[in-house]
């Protein structure tokens, strides 16, 4: 069996976003931190270093962002780079954002430039180039909600909420910023009163510290992130000793036979809002302690044939910025790989073959393009599972991209991702693990694109899994 890690979890904590506000900034509160250095930790561990910079220049403000990190992930260490540039009004109102993130062997490029309520984003990975537009209305923040925040005024109880950009996927969230308290907290050697802000986005909740248009610390509890105000000298001297895939391991008690099918009962445990989270299973159970839950996995019954048309499934067949199931390349392979396939299970299977077959199974730091991914044949659970759901949406099967946790061994779930085809009834299978049938240990937290995977982050370094007898 293949054995995967996805590193996008730990990314989803660096990728930017823009939010709207109602607060004047002035720029005189700017230049008391104009430049600010942060030393990063994952779980205890140094893991870099992240600098913000901002510069009125004319009637506008400059805000750059660079971040490096020296992650160990499945016994190499990955060196990950991440730039952002953001230029906006003095009112910190949107004009274009850039943000360039690269691994050392992948490189992907956002941009997004508005004009009046269009936002036009940019995305380029591996060379290719995908454009879409939003509109949205109201006001734009840079890249970054924490450092807006700290522009503002706050008081205990304080709330705002902001819409948020995020150039890697074009899609409006929102980011609920409540003030907790005023807390002495230290700053390089100085105790200030710093406002306790409490941001909460897409299932994740940031602590952040802010004082006096400067962020003085910054942690989010689930994956245990730690910034900490550094003086600007400070050495970048990194050299990681803990493994990621071991660090957000999922614990559970010693499951048996983990590879089978069938069905299995399991009971999710953990201080988690479980309302964020698509838990869709038959008969499903709340308990003190947690959702309980029933995971089955069997062949189809009566697979029907394919191209499937139905309205009521017409979205998980289209094509989507990530999933170009109407690229020429990825058509044209459907249709080789699908010819002579009796039914949609048949041609579901012989797709998920070749991407087992034909994807060298290496982690990555990606935002993963179906495009990409045929491309250069590489990657870890993402890619795998984007190129199969590419092609089966090609093909005219139903598909979908599922994200949440399996168990890879010794008491431990860990973070996956993998495909689910409609063939008559809705089934799970997984390329990256080379099984036709995905496994009774496949638990599904979120379905759909990149943005709707990410209250999966939350739930890493906070849930604990038993296994129901």
């Given at each position: 069996?293949?054995?995967?890690?996805?590193?996008?979890?730990?990314?989803?904590?660096?990728?930017?976003?823009?939010?709207?506000?109602?607060?004047?900034v002035s720029a005189e509160t700017w230049a008391t931190a104009d430049y600010q250095k942060f030393a990063v930790a994952l779980q205890g561990e140094d893991?870099?270093?992240?600098?913000?910079?901002?510069?009125?220049?004319?009637?506008?403000?400059?805000?750059?962002?660079?971040?490096?990190?020296?992650?160990?992930?499945?016994?190499?260490?990955?060196?990950?780079?991440?730039?952002?540039?953001?230029?906006?009004?003095?009112?910190?109102?949107?004009?274009?954002m850039d943000m360039t993130m690269s691994d050392g062997t992948s490189l992907?490029?956002?941009?997004?430039?508005?004009?009046?309520?269009?936002?036009?984003?940019?995305?380029?990975?591996?060379?290719?180039?995908?454009?879409?537009?939003?509109?949205?209305?109201?006001?734009?923040?840079?890249?970054?909600?924490?450092?807006?925040?700290?522009?503002?005024?706050?008081?205990?109880?304080?709330?705002?909420?902001?819409?948020?950009?995020?150039?890697?996927?074009?899609?409006?969230?929102?980011?609920?910023?409540?003030?907790?308290?005023?807390?002495?907290?230290?700053?390089?050697?100085?105790?200030?009163?710093?406002?306790?802000?409490?941001?909460?986005?897409?299932?994740?909740?940031?602590?952040?510290?802010?004082?006096?248009?400067?962020?003085?610390?910054?942690?989010?509890?689930?994956?245990?992130?730690?910034?900490?105000?550094?003086?600007?000298?400070?050495?970048?001297?990194?050299?990681?000793?803990?493994?990621?895939?071991?660090?957000?391991?999922?614990?559970?008690?010693?499951?048996?036979?983990?590879?089978?099918?069938?069905?299995?009962?399991?009971?999710?445990?953990?201080?988690?809002?479980?309302?964020?989270?698509?838990?869709?299973?038959?008969?499903?159970?709340?308990?003190?302690?947690?959702?309980?839950?029933?995971?089955?996995?069997?062949?189809?019954?009566?697979?029907?044939?394919?191209?499937?048309?139905?309205?009521?499934?017409?979205?998980?067949?289209?094509?989507?910025?990530?999933?170009?199931?109407?690229?020429?390349?990825?058509?044209?392979?459907?249709?080789?790989?699908?010819?002579?396939?009796?039914?949609?299970?048949?041609?579901?299977?012989?797709?998920?073959?070749?991407?087992?077959?034909?994807?060298?199974?290496?982690?990555?730091?990606?935002?993963?393009?179906?495009?990409?991914?045929?491309?250069?044949?590489?990657?870890?659970?993402?890619?795998?599972?984007?190129?199969?759901?590419?092609?089966?949406?090609?093909?005219?099967?139903?598909?979908?991209?599922?994200?949440?946790?399996?168990?890879?061994?010794?008491?431990?779930?860990?973070?996956?991702?993998?495909?689910?085809?409609?063939?008559?009834?809705?089934?799970?299978?997984?390329?990256?693990?080379?099984?036709?049938?995905?496994?009774?240990?496949?638990?599904?937290?979120?379905?759909?694109?990149?943005?709707?995977?990410?209250?999966?982050?939350?739930?890493?370094?906070?849930?604990?899994?038993?296994?129901?007898?």
């Amino acid at each position: 069996m293949k054995k995967t890690a996805a590193v996008i979890p730990i990314l989803v904590l660096c990728l930017g976003a823009c939010g709207g506000n109602e607060t004047e900034v002035s720029a005189e509160t700017w230049a008391t931190a104009d430049y600010q250095k942060f030393a990063v930790a994952l779980q205890g561990e140094d893991v870099g270093y992240m600098t913000m910079a901002t510069e009125q220049v004319g009637d506008s403000l400059l805000v750059t962002q660079r971040m490096e990190w020296h992650l160990l992930l499945m016994g190499t260490t990955r060196t990950v780079t991440m730039d952002v540039t953001s230029r906006t009004g003095l009112d910190m109102d949107l004009g274009y954002m850039d943000m360039t993130m690269s691994d050392g062997t992948s490189l992907i490029q956002a941009t997004a430039v508005r004009t009046g309520n269009s936002v036009e984003t940019t995305l380029n990975t591996s060379g290719r180039e995908i454009s879409y537009t939003n509109e949205f209305e109201g006001d734009f923040l840079p890249a970054f909600v924490d450092l807006a925040s700290a522009m503002m005024e706050w008081h205990p109880g304080d709330e705002r909420v902001f819409p948020t950009f995020d150039p890697s996927t074009g899609m409006l969230f929102e980011a609920t910023v409540t003030c907790e308290a005023i807390e002495a907290v230290s700053l390089m050697g100085d105790t200030v009163d710093a406002a306790k802000l409490v941001i909460s986005q897409q299932g994740m909740r940031n602590s952040v510290w802010v004082y006096q248009g400067q962020i003085v610390r910054e942690e989010e509890t689930g994956m245990g992130m730690l910034l900490t105000r550094v003086a600007p000298e400070t050495e970048d001297n990194i050299v990681p000793s803990s493994d990621l895939y071991e660090v957000y391991a999922v614990t559970s008690n010693t499951v048996s036979d983990p590879r089978a099918t069938g069905s299995r009962v399991w009971m999710l445990q953990g201080e988690i809002d479980w309302s964020d989270f698509q838990l869709d299973y038959p008969g499903l159970q709340t308990a003190e302690d947690g959702p309980v839950i029933t995971v089955t996995s069997t062949i189809p019954s009566d697979p029907v044939p394919f191209p499937v048309e139905s309205e009521e499934l017409n979205e998980f067949l289209q094509p989507e910025s990530m999933i170009q199931s109407d690229d020429p390349a990825i058509r044209a392979l459907a249709d080789s790989l699908t010819e002579g396939a009796g039914n949609a299970w048949e041609a579901a299977l012989a797709i998920s073959g070749f991407v087992d077959r034909a994807v060298d199974n290496v982690p990555t730091v990606s935002l993963p393009s179906a495009v990409d991914v045929l491309d250069n044949l590489r990657g870890d659970c993402n890619e795998h599972t984007i190129l199969t759901v590419a092609l089966c949406r090609a093909a005219g099967i139903p598909a979908v991209t599922c994200a949440g946790v399996v168990y890879v061994d010794n008491g431990i779930f860990g973070y996956h991702a993998w495909p689910a085809v409609w063939v008559g009834e809705w089934v799970a299978i997984d390329p990256t693990f080379r099984q036709q049938l995905a496994d009774v240990t496949h638990i599904i937290l979120a379905q759909g694109s990149l943005e709707a995977q990410y209250v999966v982050n939350g739930v890493l370094g906070r849930l604990t899994i038993e296994e129901v007898e």
